[in-house]
């Protein structure tokens, strides 16, 4: 008897100790703030680099089709080397030189176009492309700030992934050290051993797993933003409020910078139309003319100017083709703005019901954490006292480790729909709260593997059903870095 309550005084010690290192949570708050990140991103991100070099190039096409409508002044010397000579010779006089042997001459010629409506309406075309530019590089700067978002985010929920691992991984030890205890004592067999030599292992593989994701997201936000990311991470939480009513997102919708990068280039494919149109009508053009030589002809004169009024007109076949193709385009413009239009509003109404879906989500995984919790430390006592099974403290373990990951999952997913849903209606993220709910998540969860609980991606502990997929976050590309769904441990 004094031997039994000896190991049951040793195994309460250890268990201790486990329910301990299990429950404790070490948080830096060292992380930049993810405006940081959007601030920097402003002039470090190649995506937004490209965009405004895009938009300045339209601009200076708009200079470009000014040209086209101003005074043009063009200079032109020759050196001509006559074979012959030609002179009127005069009695009396000197000989008038009609060609001389080495013949010079200089010519400068001022052109004022008087009327070009083709060009005029180039001007206007020119205009709005340039817009329809500076609002794709709003747009461009505006996907940029979602990837930092979703990065950020999952940065965040790596870190507490690798948390809940090495808590995970310090249970396993302690639950080998309650097994090499009780093999000492002479009170089980070397299979519990050999069982938490194998848990062990599982958690020290998740461990891995989960240290991948972060790195993969943080590495990922370094090279969106060009800000290296410092160590440590908040608390991903959320209030699990709602975000109003989806009519007041939905008005939204129609200023959102693609939106309007559409109107503005359908606004342009108009305007090529016109442009089209006026290449039929004649154009109208002045110019005065300077002429220096040293073949004074008749005029006996080296220096004379000239006066000229020239309309021109012009009509092809090529000209009345290239109307119809540029009214395809108008068209195909027209069509794009309204695509464009509606999309923004099913991303919308998808980003609004993602929230709702994610907040019942949410609240469902921080219950099963509780309760997982609570039930591992239950079958730690009974372990210690002799009246549960070391399979029944593994089991324990797998699931709240299991119920973790979830909450993490399910927050990390809540608060990027809240983003999202920002994001789509146009709206600025960067004065949400991380850490106080409404903010920013982990898209795309549906792609998370359940490697964690099996060799090499294979199957699932026999007889456990596996943890539900949440679907990805509307809207916004998959980050291709998954976070561990599996609870680690072996096969029972």
């Known amino acids: 008897m004094m031997a039994r309550r000896s190991l049951q005084k040793t195994l309460f010690a250890v268990v201790s100790g486990a329910v301990t290192l299990l429950g404790s ?55 001509i080397r006559n074979e012959f000579a030609a002179e009127v010779n005069q009695p009396g006089s000197d000989p008038i030189i009609i060609t001389p042997k080495d013949q010079l001459e200089a010519t400068i010629t001022l052109e004022v176009p ?51 691992a090495e808590r995970a991984l310090a249970a396993a030890k302690a639950s080998q050290a309650i097994a090499g205890v009780r093999k000492d004592l002479g009170a089980t067999a070397g299979l519990e051993v050999d069982r938490a030599e194998a848990e062990v292992a599982r958690a020290e593989q998740n461990l891995a797993d989960a240290k991948q994701v972060e790195s993969f997201a943080r590495r990922a936000l370094q ?9 440590g991470a908040p608390v991903l939480t959320d209030d699990l409020k709602d975000e109003g009513t989806l009519e007041s997102w939905e008005k939204e919708a129609k200023e959102t910078p693609g939106v309007k990068a559409a109107m503005l280039e359908k606004e342009a494919a108009d305007k090529q139309v016109t ?63 309204d695509r464009t239009e509606r999309d923004a509003k099913d991303r919308v109404f998808e980003s609004f019901e993602q929230v709702k879906t994610q907040i019942a989500k949410s609240k469902a995984a921080r219950s099963q954490v509780k309760a997982a919790s609570h039930a591992a430390a239950v079958a730690r006592d009974r372990y210690a006292n002799g009246a549960g099974t070391q399979l029944d403290v593994i089991q324990a373990d797998r699931d709240a480790f299991q119920a973790e990951v979830s909450r993490i999952q399910a927050d990390s997913d809540l608060v990027f729909a809240r983003l999202a849903l920002r994001l789509a209606a146009g709206k600025p993220i960067d004065t949400v709260a991380i850490t106080s709910g409404g903010s920013a998540a982990v898209e795309d969860s549906a792609t ?3 490697k964690a609980g099996s060799d090499n991606g294979g199957s699932s502990d026999p007889g456990k059903t ?10 916004v590309e998959s980050t291709g870095a998954p976070l561990p769904t599996k609870t680690p441990g072996a096969d029972k």
């Open 275 to 337: 442009a089209a149109w006026t290449q039929l009508l004649p154009t109208v053009t002045a110019s005065a003319n300077e002429r220096f030589t040293n073949a004074t002809g008749f005029a006996g004169q080296n220096a004379y100017w000239t006066l000229a009024l020239t309309a021109s007109w012009r009509l092809d076949f090529g000209t009345v083709r290239q109307i119809g193709a540029q009214k395809a385009a108008s068209d195909a413009a027209t069509a794009r703005h």
């Open 114 to 164: 008087l009327v070009d409506v083709a060009s005029w309406s180039r001007i206007g075309a020119a205009k709005a492309a340039a817009k329809a530019a500076s609002a794709r590089a709003d747009l461009t700067a505006l996907d940029v700030e979602r990837a930092i978002a979703q990065r950020y985010t999952q940065a965040i929920a790596g870190r507490g992934l690798v948390q809940a």
């Open 466 to 475: 596996p943890a539900p997929q949440a679907p990805a976050a509307p809207g």
């Open 25 to 79: 949570t070490t948080n830096v708050f060292a992380l930049q703030p993810l405006p940081e990140f959007l601030r920097a991103a402003k002039s470090n991100s190649v995506e937004t680099r490209e965009a405004k070099a895009t938009a300045a190039q339209r601009e200076a096409e708009v200079d470009q089709a000014w040209g086209k409508i101003f005074p043009s002044l063009s200079a032109r010397g020759q050196y």
């Open 223 to 231: 090279s969106l933003s060009g800000l290296a990311p410092s160590q």
């Open 448 to 450: 998370l593997p359940n």
